[in-house]
């Protein structure tokens, strides 16, 4: 076969890939090359510029600079039909697949075999003959005709492969395959990896888990704010050497340090488990007037915590006590009372109501103070919107103006005024400042820090390195479900926090 | 909001005027009169199903509501000679009652809108017609009820030269004022949007939003209660395997004419009454042209389908016209930086 004997010329050649945004570089200059038969790790910290470079290798995102060559052809950019027509496929995180469908249907879902005609009717016999070597290949347990609902994780990402293989792909790129597998099915995966690296096809292997990227790559590439860093190659693969490589950038000093000591415990988190990690108990205290960042890794189930203690999510056991006080919080409404508020990671879909004004916005969780009876008083919600959008110096023409027509930072202040017309005593801040504007972001950390000193106690969920490290007065990091350790500001560095979040303990 | 309701008085000064050129029976007093009371007769249950199409569902079952305890609001007079008012009680009791069970299975069994009261209609009628076994209820021959009477077909306002306002039509018209200040007015009209247009953020921001889902049915309950009544009082008798028959439709129509997305979030009761007023302008227009009456349905149909795109198109056309604004230069404040992976 053709694709045997070619085998000298790299599959996948980037040559100085640069992506900016205004006001971001996304990707600087990234070069980056594949061969035949080769598996190559792509790591890096949240941020790094890993998801953009994989969108432009899907064809999604178009690159600034640079050129793209894929076996020995050409691009300034791919099209998604460029990357599919040269056998680029995708095993994504979050799994794209009809559970509705059985597994062959998914696998060859738009190229299904037909019988002649003009009704088009499905061959289901050769849909399923075809499907079958398929998954012969990867060694799986399912037939073509099991129902992908009664699936596994594990066996929904083999399928995944499997359609992969089924267009053709010579590079597979695989995006956290294994952060839900558990070891026995990680370790069928890794092996499966293993049979596709012996048929010539490339893979990208991209993870947070070092200890699988040490085990199953030939080459790891380390990304770090946009550029490659650094590469490691067999022996040198060492999860103390990535880490090393991944971190070590200046960061900017972001901290304001506070007026006054912290104060006594005001929330106690006390064996907390949730649907996501119910396995893993989670203990936290956070005291008055102190910011604790809760970091971690994307996934490593901090929005679950916080969505469980404030009420949204379900929780499976665990207790709860503010300020001293044992309390259950059964539905928001049970922590809004007791003065304890989120600022939700999804500003858009559960932070906000779009089409609504920022009046309506700022007064919906106290509407009963501005009621006089059961009608809402107009002046008296205005009036705190307009001292509202003084006092956090939201850009929009007047109160009158729908939120969703604002920009990110002025959408994120619109939910932190609705909560601060109502003197919180616990805030919990979910990705405060994802996709907000410099200006904004230091305006909402002064604000974090003014609150902390009036004696709130502020819990910030923040995956940006940055962040969590130039804002919290404490950390805890999160790997997994479970809390890996805490710091104090004297043990703060990038270095301490990946070891955490990638779940190793300090030494 | 305003605009919209505005466009919709516009059609039906627009839609009056030609029926009264075409035939000046139209502005009659007596016509005018027989209008109102259907307006009023439609509205009241329209406004209801207007608060469930708000919170994004739907309620199928008013018509075989009004059928049910139709029959058994006569029966009640009629059998067991109950004084009307402890009657009248009973038979808003009963919708509130079924509207709270159509609640409790959309918001705690989670079935959809939809299935919940497309059972209703079925149930409902089902039952209505095995109670009287299939017979006709009516009330007996010179059975009288005075008060209630003009309180439900009687006539307010009436003079020598002037044939009175019906009070079907006052009663719907206190009725859409009192909602309309509980819609556009108060806590819970406020938290009915924010449940409609995003129940997620309304549940972050604390709103206990099956409760007010809840209540919502409650409400439609309730007034299709009190329309089953005023109905029965109009035909005296009732037949329940066709009383009420598609009158659900009526009141969707009225809703999604005024303005009430199906998908929730948007709706105003001036919306709803002139959706109202406009479906029965409409019924008197096919009777007073001369159309054939089997063709009704058809020129409802065809005016709201047409009423809805010019609709899309004008608000197609707004954010049109805002877009044009916004690239004439009008300062954009605070560019947001795209999310970082």
Redesign the interface.
Same mark, same amino acid.
């Given at each position: 076969m053709q694709r045997l004997t070619e085998t000298a010329a790299p599959f996948l050649e980037l040559n100085g890939i640069s992506k900016t945004? =205004?006001?971001?570089v996304?990707l600087d200059g990234v070069s980056l090359s594949v061969s035949r038969g080769e598996i190559v790790g792509l790591i890096g910290e949240? #941020?790094? #510029?890993?998801?953009?470079l994989m969108k432009v290798l899907g064809g999604v995102v178009e690159p600034t600079a640079g050129t793209i060559r894929v076996d020995g052809r050409d691009y300034p950019a791919l099209s998604v039909n460029d990357a599919i027509n040269s056998g680029i496929a995708f095993v994504h995180q979050e799994l794209n697949l009809f559970d509705n469908l059985d597994a062959a249907a998914n696998i060859l879902i738009g190229r299904e075999p037909l019988y002649g005609g003009p009704l088009r009717l499905i061959d289901r016999k050769a849909l399923h003959a075809k499907v079958q070597p398929l998954l012969d290949k990867l060694g799986v347990d399912f037939a073509p005709d099991t129902p992908v609902a009664a699936l596994s994780l594990a066996q929904r990402q083999l399928l995944e492969i499997a359609k992969a293989l089924s267009l053709d792909a010579r590079l597979v790129i695989m995006d956290e395959p294994t952060s839900s597998l558990t070891l026995t099915e990680t370790a069928r995966l890794l092996s499966v990896l293993n049979e596709l690296r012996r048929d010539g096809v490339s893979i990208i292997f991209i993870s947070h888990r070092l200890n699988e990227v040490k085990t199953c790559v030939d080459r790891v590439v380390v990304l770090r704010d946009g550029r490659v860093v650094g590469s490691l190659v067999g022996q040198t693969i060492k999860p103390d050497a990535m880490i090393r490589l991944m971190i070590g950038r200046d960061l900017k000093s972001l901290y304001i340090p506070p007026k006054v000591p912290p104060g006594a415990p005001a929330l106690e988190i006390s064996d907390f488990r949730t649907t996501a990690f119910p396995d893993h108990p989670v203990s936290l205290t956070l005291r008055r007037g102190e910011i604790l960042g809760l970091a971690g890794l994307v996934g490593a189930g901090r929005t679950e915590l916080a969505c469980a203690v404030?009420g949204?999510d379900r929780r499976l056991a665990g207790t709860l006590r503010i300020e001293g006080d044992d309390v259950t919080i059964r539905? =928001?409404?049970d922590? *809004?009372?007791r003065g304890l508020y989120?600022v939700?990671e999804d500003r858009k879909?559960?932070?906000?109501?779009?089409?609504?004004s920022l009046t309506?916005n700022i007064s919906? =969780?106290d509407?009963?103070t501005y009621?006089v009876g059961?009608?809402?008083s107009a002046a008296a919600e205005e009036k705190n919107a307009e001292t509202q959008r003084h006092r956090l110096n939201i850009?929009?023409y007047d109160i009158a103006t729908e939120a969703g027509t604002?920009?990110?930072?002025?959408q994120q202040k619109i939910v932190l005024a609705?909560w601060l017309s109502m003197k919180p005593r616990i805030i919990i801040f979910d990705e405060p400042t994802?996709? *907000?504007?410099?200006?904004?972001k230091s305006e909402i950390y002064q604000l974090m820090r003014n609150l902390a000193d009036a004696g709130v106690a502020v819990l910030m969920i923040s995956s940006?390195m940055e962040e969590v490290i130039g804002v919290s007065d404490r950390m805890a990091v999160m790997q997994e479900g479970r809390i890996s350790g805490f710091l104090e500001r004297d043990r703060f560095s990038e270095h301490n926090v990946l070891q955490l979040a990638v779940g190793k303990t300090l030494n | 909001m305003l605009k919209k309701d505005l466009g919709l008085f516009l059609l039906i000064l627009v839609v009056g005027a030609v029926v009264a050129f075409l035939n000046p029976r139209f502005l009659s007093p007596l016509n005018l009169a027989n209008t109102a009371n259907l307006i009023g007769l439609f509205g009241l249950f329209s406004l209801g199903e207007g608060f469930v199409i708000i919170t994004g569902g739907i309620d199928l079952s008013v018509g075989s509501i009004f059928a049910l305890l139709g029959v058994i609001f006569i029966n009640l007079l009629v059998d067991y000679s109950m004084p009307w008012p402890i009657a009248v009680l009973i038979i808003v009791i009963a919708g509130i009652l079924l509207g709270a069970i159509h609640g409790f299975l959309v918001t705690k069994v989670r079935m959809q809108p939809f299935v919940v009261t497309l059972c209703g209609l079925l149930i409902y009628r089902g039952v209505a017609r095995w109670y009287t076994d299939d017979g006709t209820a009516g009330f007996e021959f010179g059975q009288k009820f005075p008060a209630l009477e003009l309180l439900t077909t009687g006539r307010s306002f009436a003079t020598d030269t002037f044939t009175g306002i019906p009070n079907s039509f006052i009663a719907f018209v206190v009725v859409a004022a009192i909602m309309g200040v509980v819609l556009h007015r108060s806590v819970f009209g406020r938290y009915l949007f924010a449940v409609g247009k995003n129940e997620e953020a309304a549940r972050y921001s604390g709103i206990r939003s099956n409760a007010i889902i809840a209540a919502a049915y409650v409400i439609s309950g309730g007034l299709a209660g009190i329309s089953a009544i005023y109905l029965a009082m109009y035909t005296r008798s009732i037949s329940p395997a066709s009383h009420g028959n598609f009158y659900e439709l009526y009141a969707i129509a009225a809703a999604v004419l005024g303005g009430c997305s199906l998908r929730g979030g948007e709706g105003s009761v001036m919306g709803i009454v002139l959706g109202a007023i406009l479906l029965q302008v409409l019924q008197n227009l096919v009777n007073l042209l001369g159309i054939p009456s089997s063709l009704n349905f058809a020129v409802m149909g065809g005016v709201i389908l047409i009423g809805v795109i010019a609709d899309m198109q004008l608000v197609r056309y707004r954010a049109y016209k805002a877009n044009e604004k916004k690239r004439a230069g009008v300062p954009v404040l605070g560019a947001a930086a795209p999310g970082k992976n």
């Open positions: 945004y =205004p006001g971001v996304a949240n #941020g790094a #510029g890993k998801s953009t404030f949204v539905e =928001p409404r922590a *809004i009372t989120l939700p879909r559960c932070g906000l109501h779009l089409d609504f309506e919906l =969780p509407l009963m009621a059961p009608l809402v850009r929009a604002l920009s990110g930072g002025n609705k994802r996709g *907000i504007d410099v200006g904004a940006d | -």
